[in-house]
């Protein structure tokens, strides 16, 4: 079966995604599509909405540390935050500037039923932040000024157009 990364538009990616009751070989063959969509668009991190699937779990590839995290949740974040441009495979070849907290403390299940507590600063900190944000619906481009998400967005539709042709 195909894996394909859903995109801008799709409309699972703006639905809250489900908490995960049971851990099971569904789950884990839910995070081997996971990985291998993340592994083919060369991305750092992934969130099960983007596969259509509406679960809360991401996948962080980061800092040569590889993390499945079921039901993340921040549970602490530093007040001092960080503005730089972030993309998203979902979005894929648009970039814009957002601020994240700089550093974030989560913790969610692994696929063992094991708590996962990490603490991550800098790429990892905002990656946390932004794989979580895709369970709520919300995805990088809403966190721009309205007038930096409409030109982004214009110029994103143009060169999905002209890709398409
Ligand atoms: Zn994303």
């Known amino acids: 079966m195909a894996v394909s990364i859903r995109t801008y538009g799709d409309r699972t990616l703006r639905r809250e995604a489900s908490s995960v009751d049971v851990i099971d ?22 969130a099960a909405p983007q ?9 962080l590839d980061l800092d040569g540390a590889f993390h ?14 960080e503005e730089r441009d972030e993309g998203c495979l979902s979005v894929p070849g648009a970039y814009g500037p957002v ?3 700089s550093r974030v403390r989560v ?13 991550g600063e800098g790429l990892l900190a905002r990656a946390i ?13 809403d966190h721009l000024s309205p007038a930096r998400r409409e030109s982004l967005l214009r110029e994103y539709a143009r060169k999905r157009k002209e890709a398409a042709r």
């Open 68 to 81: 499945v995290l079921i039901n993340p949740e921040i549970i602490e974040h530093s007040d001092e935050c």
């Open 25 to 46: 070989g569904e789950t884990k063959r839910i995070c081997e599509r996971m990985v291998e969509a993340m592994i083919r668009a060369n991305g750092l991190a992934i």
């Open 51 to 59: 596969l259509g699937v509406s679960q809360r779990i991401i996948i």
């Open 99 to 101: 601020s994240r907290a």
């Open 107 to 119: 913790r969610g299940t692994g696929l063992d039923g094991k708590t996962v507590e990490i603490e």
């Open 129 to 141: 932040q932004h794989e979580i944000d895709h369970l709520d619906g919300v995805l990088f481009v």
